[in-house]
């Protein structure tokens, strides 16, 4: 994935990441506040309830106290009775005794003449008889509730079944299960309420509770504007904890960003995704001039196609340890390329870089002896170089150095000149190569102060018994100088650059077809 692509997607994370923290934030503050004010209904409701149920109770004790009298109906001792009972009981507005269907005499005194009793709308239970929408001819204009047992009915105004505390907007209402409403805190009822009452349902415009029993339902209701007030009170801390979120992921999203586009994440993502191919720079037989061989070169194809040299992500490599999955990836690459070419002339070898790692681990033993299995290479035809870097740990270089030669593999000192190890020190390690550094060829010509190193360099080697090979041979006088010192191969920009697989095996074998002709 391009650089463009993983910022473009990381601002897209970090979009959401912003939004839907807030967006939780809000949705959870409306969820809370609603909530809350459902609770708070839901109580309204339910003492609404209590308060229609302990008017019931009060005028159910107030009839069968009545009832239970023995006093002469309508004399002056009974009249006393029921005005005290209307006093002493808040639920109860008057009481009336009913001679047969005709009003005798009411908590006030006797009572006008042909007033009849109206029938009851419903009977309860335990027999008290219920009617709803009296209009008593004692208070005209004012509609009342009637319970009645035996000769007596109490009134009971209907604002005493839903007396509850509320605030203003609060709609409270009593009414029957059938929806008949027995009373309201309010008047008039709004019609949503009303509906409510008859249906169980109503618009979007009202927040409501119900609460029911065997008889009644008890509503409380609200315009859903109210919770305007509860949700600002939840915005106030659940919106600063939605921004922190935000913050925290826009946080994490810059700094994976930062990590990945960072050169290690470029340079894990590139192992991960098996970035790196192969180029294979020719060796030369001096003296000859037939090509034996190439030394394996990484590099690091982006997915733009651009390539990236390896001096410029080995050293990071190294000192990650990202450079082992590397040499696994070279390795596996060579095996794959050079199989047939490798197969068919046995004289050709491949020579691969081991890292300082490499070296000091040997795992990469056991990864070459797999990837070689069945592959019909000889383990001869695999070459093993190390900078002096790898020989600094002397007792892993050695054990790594001597299992690679037992397995059947060349092993060269590579960039020989270029560290602290002398000549003297490498006698120390079972060596088949050594591989002069370009920095010493190019002085070959050139009246410097190291001239006199290179010439040195290839005596002490050829006295160790060790094959020798130039690096970075770009002119045909140093070509010329290190075959007439004996030096048996070399590599450089005079033979061929580092080449794709197909390049160098055409170049391999135009070279084979020169020499076989004896140009
Ligand atoms: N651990 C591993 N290291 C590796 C691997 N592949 C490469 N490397 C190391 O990276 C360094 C740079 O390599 P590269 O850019 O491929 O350069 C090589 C040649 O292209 C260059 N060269 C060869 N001939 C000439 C020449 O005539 N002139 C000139 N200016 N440059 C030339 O030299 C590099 C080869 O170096 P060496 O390995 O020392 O033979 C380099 O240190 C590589 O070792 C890998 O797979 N693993």
């Given amino acids: 994935m391009d650089r463009t692509r993983i910022v473009v997607i990381a601002a897209l994370l970090a979009l ?12 959870l503050a409306q969820q809370r506040a609603v909530a809350a004010e459902q609770r708070y209904l839901q109580q309204l409701a339910r003492k ?208 994976g960003l930062r990590r990945r586009l ?32 190439a030394e394996a070169l990484v590099r690091w194809r982006r997915p733009d196609g651009s390539m990236v040299r390896p001096d410029l992500f080995i050293p990071l490599a190294e000192d990650s340890g990202l450079v082992l999955p590397i040499t696994d990836q070279v390795i596996a690459e060579v095996v794959r390329e050079m199989r047939a070419a490798l197969v068919s002339d046995r004289d050709l070898h491949i020579a691969i870089n081991l890292s300082a790692q490499d070296i000091r681990s040997g795992r990469v033993l056991a990864v070459l002896a797999q990837a070689l299995q069945g592959s019909g290479i000889a383990p001869q035809q695999i070459w093993l170089e190390a900078t002096e870097r790898g020989f600094m740990d002397a007792d892993a270089a050695r054990a790594t150095i001597n299992r690679a030669r037992a397995a059947g593999h060349a092993v060269a000192i590579d960039d020989f000149g270029t560290g602290y190890s002398s000549l003297s020190y490498l006698q120390g390690f079972a060596l088949d190569a050594l591989k002069i550094d370009k920095s010493f060829i190019d002085t070959i010509g050139a009246e410097t102060v190291t001239s006199s190193v290179t010439p040195h360099i290839i005596d002490m080697a050829q006295a160790l018994g060790l094959q020798v090979v130039a690096e970075g041979v770009e002119t045909q006088a140093q070509a010329d100088y290190l075959r007439e010192r004996g030096v048996q191969f070399a590599q450089g920009w005079l033979f061929a650059k580092a080449l794709p697989a197909a390049e160098f095996l055409a170049f391999a074998r135009s070279r084979q077809a020169k020499t076989q002709a004896g140009t």
């Fill in 48 to 255: 609404a309830l209590d308060r229609a149920q302990q008017s019931f109770a009060d005028a159910r004790s107030v009839l069968r106290e009545m009832q239970a009298t023995p006093l002469t109906p309508c004399s002056d001792a009974h009249v006393r009775l029921m005005r005290a009972l209307t006093l002493r009981n808040r639920n109860t507005d008057d009481i009336g005794f009913f001679n047969g269907d005709q009003l005798a005499c009411t908590s006030a005194g006797a009572a006008e003449p042909g007033i009849t009793r109206s029938k009851d709308d419903f009977v309860t239970a335990d027999g008290i008889g219920v009617s709803l929408d009296l209009a008593p001819q004692a208070s005209p204009g004012i509609v009342m509730v009637g319970m009645a047992l035996g000769h007596y009915k109490l009134l009971i105004h209907p604002v005493r079944f839903a007396d509850v505390l509320a605030e203003p907007e609060i709609d409270l209402a009593i009414a029957l299960s059938d929806g008949r409403l027995l009373g309201s805190l309010h008047e008039p009822l709004p019609e949503g309420v009303r509906r409510l009452l008859q249906t169980g349902k109503t618009d979007q415009t009202l927040l409501y509770a119900l609460e029911r029993d065997e008889h009644l339902i008890a509503v409380a209701a609200e315009p859903r504007s109210r919770v305007l007030t509860p949700l600002r009170r939840e915005m106030r801390w659940l919106l600063p904890l939605g921004a922190l979120m935000a913050a925290l992921i826009v946080a994490v999203v810059a700094w």
């Fill in 16 to 27: 959401a990441g912003v939004a839907l923290p807030l967006a939780t934030a809000v949705h």
């Fill in 262 to 293: 960072s050169p290690l994440g470029e340079l894990k993502m590139a192992v991960a995704r098996r970035e790196f191919v192969v180029h294979y720079q020719p060796l030369i037989e001096l003296a000859t001039g037939r090509c034996i061989g």
